[in-house]
């Protein structure tokens, strides 16, 4: 059983960076696809990014395309999320999940990752 744990969260300025990190222990985290989600007040949780096993595929929101970066390393059993120029609106809970194996169309799926951590705040100021 993969157990996921986020750190790097924070309080930061519009126009800041920051850079969420997701270990994992227990599970073969280099077969596994990664993703990250996020959870404003009242709101649904949404897809943010995905990253293949490899690395060689990654997946984003519109609301974040050219912002954020995601990335993984294997030898680490540790993905990472680099988020710039950070806005007001990005402010939520963010999520680490993961599974074993996931279809190209359904990477922005909740449903379709086992394993999830338990969150992050990153909070920007404005």
């Known amino acids: 059983q993969v157990q996921l744990v986020e750190s790097g969260g924070g309080l930061v300025q519009a126009g800041d960076s920051l850079r969420l990190s997701c270990t994992a222990s227990?599970?073969?985290?280099?077969?596994?696809?990664m993703g990250w989600f996020r959870q404003a007040p009242e709101k649904e949780r949404e897809f943010v990014a995905a990253?293949?096993?490899?690395?060689?595929?990654?997946y984003y929101a519109d609301s974040v395309k050219g912002r954020f970066t995601i990335s993984r390393d294997n030898a680490k059993n540790t993905d990472y999320l680099q988020m710039n120029s950070l806005r007001p609106e990005d402010t939520a809970v963010y999520y680490c999940a993961a599974d074993p194996s996931i279809p190209t169309q359904r990477v922005g799926l909740m449903r379709e990752y086992h394993y999830w951590g338990q969150g992050t705040q990153v909070t920007v100021s404005s």
């Open positions: 227990r599970g073969s985290f280099s077969v596994y696809y």
């Open positions: 990253i293949d096993w490899s690395g060689s595929r990654t």
